[in-house]
């Protein structure tokens, strides 16, 4: 298998891939769910209460009622008058020591169903509460009498029973449907509430297929719940920080294809040379001495001139990850003035000076590398200004930072071409005014890239100032502690 092959299959698994249901549906559903038992738990817990609550409620009821006409019945039999039946719904019964009826009143339906057993009535002697009637539904109290006979007063709680089971029957028709229309009720705000987090899983899943650009924005304004509006904005962030990281791909992609091409275009000419000269050599072509003198001298000069390119691909690609840069003081006077004197052609009307505004100037860096830097700074100025064009390097102090200024009167840079000035490979064209379709000066289009690497290496600032005139580059370094500049008078070096 081919490894383009891999990038093309794992995206076809990736388009594939079966995404979950959306969560907010499930959410909806569990919120439902959740409000539907809590609900449940609070109604039926309601309704036990107060179920329960009325019947202790007529338990006491009934109960104050049994004592009441107990009393009075014990109060008029022990005064010895007579007893008269009472029309209060409840029966009592006299019995004698071995629970023998002697006398009898009241409820009739309820004194044929009353215990009488001499064990029952010594049992509940004495207890102040009615307690229930066993096999009966009824209470009754025992007292034990003077001449040792019992007096049991009953009372049926039948009344009572139907009640409470009448408010259990009202309490289950009106609970279950109250309970179903809230259910219902939270399952529908629920899921009206939680349809712009289903918009929000639908929208990330069709980018996550790649059907759709996150480009589309999901409306702030109009979500119901601060929550929501927050989940809403924060959504947007991230789409919009995605669709950025995209372009920035892109753009990078963009660049990397350029710098391949134009990579591979400048390194094609120079081995083209060699490689045409070597097949002169071997089919004997450069017999003469003389033509293999001038063959040999192109092909160490085209030698040279690949060896520079390579060394300068890889010393950007150092510097952009963190290359180690050999450190030490270095004086910027002293590098200035060298770059100028070594720019500078005897016989050439161009006049290149170099101003030094205030002294010393010493940074930590690497000497070497700042010397390539202003050497293509003002390689650049030779590349692409006339013979008769003057410069120059001034080197001063801005703050609490050294600033070197290298200045010329040549033709500038194009507007349109300035914010590329520092890619590399980029090579523009001599006049600001001139087509940028036209084919651009000779270079290898890596100084300027070289440049601001090393700049920005050494915790520096490179930039392309307005001029009115001709090409104004800025470069900004930090100075060494305990070397500040000391006010000088300006010096300038020819």
């Not at 025992?142 to 009202?170: E, H, N």
Request: aromatic share 4%; charged share 25%.
């Amino acid at each position: 298998m081919s490894p383009a092959a891999c990038p093309a299959r794992s995206s076809r698994r990736d388009r594939g891939a079966r995404f979950p249901p959306a969560p907010a549906k499930y959410l909806a559903r569990r919120l439902a769910w959740g409000f539907l038992i809590i609900t449940a738990i609070g109604v039926l817990a309601a309704d036990v209460y107060y179920a329960c609550a009325m019947s202790s409620r007529l338990r006491e009821r009934t109960d104050q009622q049994i004592v009441q006409s107990h009393r009075f019945r014990m109060e008029a039999l022990r005064a010895g008058r007579s007893w008269l039946p009472e029309r209060d719904e409840s029966a009592s019964v006299v019995t004698d020591g071995r629970g023998a009826v002697r006398l009898s009143t009241g409820d009739t339906s309820l004194l044929g169903s009353l215990p009488t057993s001499a064990a029952l009535l010594r049992e509940r002697d004495g207890v102040e509460q009615p307690l229930p009637v066993p096999g009966r539904a009824a209470r009754a109290v025992v007292d034990r009498l003077p001449d040792g006979g019992y007096l049991m007063t009953a009372r049926s709680t039948a009344s009572d029973d139907t009640t409470v089971r009448t408010l259990v029957g009202i309490e289950t028709a009106t609970g279950i449907p109250l309970i179903l229309g809230l259910a219902l009720g939270a399952l529908w705000s629920s899921r009206r509430t939680l349809a712009s987090m289903c918009e929000i899983s639908a929208d990330a899943r069709r980018i996550a297929e790649g059907s759709e650009e996150p480009s589309e924005r999901v409306p702030v304004t109009t979500q119901p719940l601060l929550e929501l509006r927050s989940a809403a904005d924060t959504y947007n962030y991230l789409l919009r920080r995605i669709e950025e990281a995209g372009l920035r791909r892109r753009q990078e992609e963009n660049r990397l294809c350029e710098l391949v091409d134009a990579a591979s275009h400048e390194l094609r000419t120079p081995l083209t040379t060699i490689a045409g000269y070597t097949q002169l050599a071997l089919i004997r072509g450069l017999d003469d001495p003389r033509r293999l003198d001038e063959a040999m001298g192109q092909v160490q000069k085209e030698t040279r001139r690949l060896n520079s390119l390579v060394e300068d691909m890889l010393l950007l690609a150092r510097l952009k990850h963190g290359g180690v840069l050999e450190l030490c003081q270095v004086d910027l006077a002293q590098v200035c003035l060298q770059a100028v004197n070594r720019a500078q052609s005897p016989g050439t009307p161009r006049s290149l000076r170099c101003v030094v505004e205030s002294f010393p100037h010493w940074v930590e860096g690497d000497r070497r590398r700042l010397e390539q830097a202003i050497d293509s700074l003002l390689s650049n100025v030779l590349a692409h200004t006339p013979a008769e064009a003057s410069a120059q390097v001034r080197l001063g102090l801005d703050g609490d930072r050294h600033v070197i200024d290298v200045i010329d009167d040549g033709p500038g840079v194009a507007e349109t071409v300035r914010d590329r000035i520092f890619e590399p490979f980029f090579r523009a064209s001599s006049s600001p005014s001139a087509d940028p379709d036209l084919p651009p000066r000779p270079g290898r289009g890596l100084g300027l890239s070289v440049a601001a690497a090393v700049v920005t290496a050494h915790g520096g600032s490179i930039g392309l100032e307005p001029s009115e005139r001709g090409a104004w580059f800025r470069v900004s370094l930090p100075a060494t502690a305990g070397h500040r500049p000391d006010a000088a008078p300006p010096m300038t070096l020819p």
